[in-house]
């Protein structure tokens, strides 16, 4: 009697074949959903042919399939070529780790490496639904002719190419269909690059989640230098360009850059969308124009590659740490605020506008509230500006028409309204001077603990008080600056 071929290995030789396999020449209840036969399902993927055979037959279905794939810890897989989920699909892909070892980062994490030819690992288009947890997406270590990979499903929303969007992942749908979802668990984005989103694109009609993921030395190549208007800048989003509803929890993004806009993370919101980072680290990012760590785009830029909407930002409990913006005229070498940005319970320290030319301006080297198209709005409670360093407002820049309100800083004169006015009455921003001109307050975050209110360490108190609740008042100041309640 010959050897019985299951459905599972019929699968992978006609996929080793063809990438066109028709519907018919499998079973109805395989093809339908693109699971393995019963015990083979969320099988564990042994090399990268399996893995690329596999992904073939998936994207050639037209979003039929379901599946879930366990990769080996430690092991590398090369991609063949960009993968195209154009479609309802609904895939996970894990490194197979189980127990205490899937709640963080594997000592040895399989590791997915970009096709040299491709543009990104994976697109997932028209409402494709994709997970992936534990895994390390890394760049391609040869350069190559970059080919794009187009949705049937979704035209572009950007002006721009499609592949110009995602170094590793790019998701994006379209009117009439479902948005597309990814949900991002402990990945580390590692060494990728495009000329929006070096790592992640999220476009519009799409929501994303990222739990406990690392974005390392991702980049966003372009043009921004003094010698151009902000019109003529390309480059924004160094590890992450957010254009929909997204939400960002205990992520760290270090050393990414980009030469526009964001060298951490960029967010252009598709109409009245929001995103909320809580719990997260923006360590040495640069850029060459605005945002060294983070940037809200202002409303209906023209500088970029969809028109952005009227969104809001919610930051809590980060950290923003020796981000540094450079390359000539620079605006907030931390964080750049084109819309609304409610900030709280979180720390901007050390982070520089500088021009290395030695000719231009720069504003803001902590915090940036832009009007350039619209005012900008921004809250802030309970945030400690400390050590940041620019020409113009050392900590934060205030463009004329933009509001803020409850701010701490280590002394007024690190704040600036308009083009090089000082502030004469600190009390206008909230933020009341101290006979001694001492430290304002020192925060100790709650980390995970949405019921805490922000503590610090009152200097100025009387006697000084660890772990004290405190908040401004209107004017008349008492002496010691704070009420301590």
Same mark, same amino acid.
């Given at each position: ?21 028709? #519907? ?6 395989? +093809? ?86 491709? +543009? ?11 997970? %992936?947890?534990?895994? $390390? ?40 269909? @479902? ?34 993921? $690392? ?6 190549? @372009? ?15 160094? #590890? ?67 028109? &952005? ?6 930051? $809590?409990?980060? =950290? ?31 982070? =520089? ?15 940036? %509230? ?6 900008? $709005? ?28 409850? +701010?701490?800083?280590?002394? &007024? ?13 600190? =009390? ?21 603990? #949405?019921?805490?209110? &922000? ?31």
């Amino acid at each position: 009697m010959g050897r019985r071929i299951t459905p599972f290995l019929l699968i992978l030789l006609l996929s080793a074949h063809s990438w066109t396999v028709s #519907a018919g020449a499998l079973s109805r209840q395989d +093809v339908a959903r693109c699971s393995f036969p019963p015990g083979g399902y969320g099988r564990v993927v042994k090399d990268s042919n399996e893995l690329n055979s596999i992904l073939s037959f998936w994207t050639t279905q037209r979003g039929a399939c379901q599946g879930s794939l366990r990769l080996k810890g430690g092991r590398t897989y090369h991609l063949s070529q960009e993968y195209v989920f154009d479609g309802p699909y609904s895939i996970k892909l894990t490194d197979g780790q189980r127990g205490a070892a899937a709640k963080g980062f594997p000592a040895a994490a399989a590791t997915i490496v970009k096709a040299s030819t491709a +543009v990104r690992h994976f697109s997932f288009v028209a409402g494709a639904r994709v997970a %992936l947890k534990g895994l $390390r997406l890394l760049g391609s270590e040869i350069a190559g002719t970059r080919l794009p990979a187009y949705s049937l499903l979704c035209p572009t929303p950007f002006t721009s190419q499609p592949q110009d969007f995602g170094g590793a992942i790019l998701l994006y749908s379209c009117p009439g269909r @479902g948005p597309s979802q990814g949900t991002f668990t402990g990945v580390e984005f590692a060494g990728n690059q495009n000329r929006i989103g070096g790592a992640v694109v999220a476009g519009p009609w799409s929501s994303t989640r990222f739990y406990r993921c $690392r974005f390392v030395q991702n980049t966003v190549h @372009g043009v921004c230098n003094f010698y151009k208007g902000r019109e003529e800048c390309t480059g924004t989003g160094g #590890a992450l360009a957010l254009f929909d509803n997204a939400y960002v929890s205990d992520c760290t993004f270090e050393a990414n850059a980009a030469a526009e806009g964001g060298g951490g993370l960029y967010f252009c919101p598709r109409g009245d969308s929001s995103v909320t980072v809580e719990d997260s680290r923006f360590y040495r990012n640069t850029v060459g124009f605005y945002g060294g760590a983070m940037a809200l785009e202002d409303m209906a830029t023209l500088s970029v590659d969809f028109p &952005c909407g009227l969104g809001a930002m919610t930051v $809590r409990d980060s =950290e923003f740490i020796g981000n540094v913006g450079v390359n000539g005229e620079i605006f907030g070498g931390g964080i750049y605020n084109g819309q609304t940005l409610y900030l709280s319970c979180s720390w901007v320290v050390g982070n =520089e506008a500088m021009d290395v030319s030695g000719i231009a301006s720069t504003w803001g080297g902590g915090l940036y %509230l832009s009007a350039y198209t619209t005012p900008s $709005r921004t809250a802030i409670s309970g945030v400690v500006f400390e050590l940041n360093s620019a020409d113009h407002g050392n900590d934060i820049f205030v463009e004329t028409g933009s509001t803020l309100t409850s +701010v701490v800083v280590r002394s &007024c004169e690190t704040l600036q309204v308009s083009s090089a006015t000082l502030l004469p009455q600190c =009390e206008d921003l909230s933020c009341a001077r101290t006979t001694d001109n001492a430290r304002w307050g020192l925060l100790t975050k709650s980390r995970r603990n #949405a019921t805490s209110t &922000c503590k610090a360490l009152c200097k100025n108190a009387t006697p000084p008080q660890q772990n004290a609740q405190c908040y401004y008042v209107a004017p008349p100041v008492p002496a010691s600056g704070f009420v301590v309640v």
